[in-house]
C-alpha cells in the first residue's frame, strides 16, 4: 500500500481524541509531503537537525513534534518551531527549553518520559524522580514551558501481555496525576503495539514504519 493510503485506512480506524503522530525520521521529504498532501499534519523526528532541516522545507501549518532523547545544546535549533517534546527526562532540560522558548515568546508542550520497559537501553525518569520534578517550585516558574502529560516506550518483545502491564502501569501513573497536573496527553503506542496502547487509555501514538515502510539507515 501507499503512504497516501496508510494514512488515510490509519485515520478511518483511529478512535475519537486519539492524536496520530506520523513518525518520518529517515525518510525524505517528497514521501513526507504525501503524507501531507492526504491531510497529515502533526510530524514526529527523533534528531533535532534532521526535523529542523524538514520544516525549512515543508509547509508552515506542520506541527513538528520531537520524539526523541534531546541533547541540551541542541534545543536552540528546535525552539522557533517545534510543538511538543515528547521525551524530557530532567529539569535540567526542561530549563534549557524554557529558555530558548522564551527567546522566541513561545510555549512548547513537554512530555515526562517514563521508563517502562524492562530493556536497560530505553531512556525515562523513574516515577519517584518525576512526582518529585511536578512538585519543584522551580518548575513553576517556568513560564514559557508546559509539562502536557506522560510518554512512555514499551519492551519490544512478541510478549503482548507484558507490553499491555507495562503501558497499564504508566496509564496509572498518569490517571493518578492527571487532575493535579492539568494532564491532557499520554503518548504511547507505536507500529507494532499502538492497538494496545489505544486499549490501555493512549492519547497520542507515535507510528512511523507502518505509514512509510521500514527504515534504511544506510
Ligand atoms: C522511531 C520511533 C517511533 C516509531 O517507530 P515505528 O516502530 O517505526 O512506528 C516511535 N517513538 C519513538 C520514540 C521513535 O524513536
Not at 22 to 36: D, L, R
Request: net charge negative; glycine share 6%.
Amino acid at each position: 500500500m501507499s503512504i497516501s493510503e496508510n494514512i488515510k485506512e490509519f485515520k478511518t480506524g483511529l478512535p475519537d481524541g486519539i492524536t496520530l503522530v506520523a513518525v518520518t525520521k529517515t525518510k525524505p521529504v517528497s514521501e513526507i509531503m504525501e503524507a501531507y498532501e492526504t491531510g497529515q499534519r502533526v510530524f514526529g523526528e527523533n534528531k533535532i537537525q534532521e526535523m529542523e532541516a524538514k520544516w525549512r522545507k515543508m509547509p508552515e501549518d506542520v506541527e513538528w513534534h520531537m520524539i526523541g532523547h534531546v541533547q541540551r545544546n541542541k534545543v536552540k535549533y528546535m525552539a522557533e518551531f517545534v510543538s511538543v517534546v515528547h521525551a524530557v527526562d530532567s529539569l535540567k532540560l526542561l530549563k534549557e527549553i524554557n529558555k530558548q522558548a522564551a527567546k522566541h515568546q513561545r510555549v512548547i508542550h513537554c512530555m515526562l518520559q517514563l521508563k517502562i520497559a524492562s530493556e536497560e537501553t530505553k531512556f525515562g525518569m523513574h516515577e519517584e524522580d518525576a512526582k518529585a520534578l511536578l512538585n519543584s517550585e522551580e518548575l513553576k516558574a517556568l513560564e514559557n514551558i508546559k509539562v502536557v502529560g506522560l510518554m512512555g516506550m514499551a519492551t519490544f518483545t512478541d510478549d503482548e501481555e507484558q507490553i499491555r502491564g507495562e503501558f497499564q502501569r504508566l496509564k496509572n501513573l498518569y490517571d493518578s496525576l492527571k487532575e493535579r497536573y492539568n494532564f491532557s496527553e499520554l503518548s504511547m503506542g507505536m507500529s507494532g503495539d499502538y492497538k494496545i496502547a489505544i486499549a490501555e487509555g493512549s492519547t497520542m501514538i507515535r507510528v512511523g514504519s507502518a505509514i512509510f515502510g521500514a527504515r534504511n539507515y544506510g
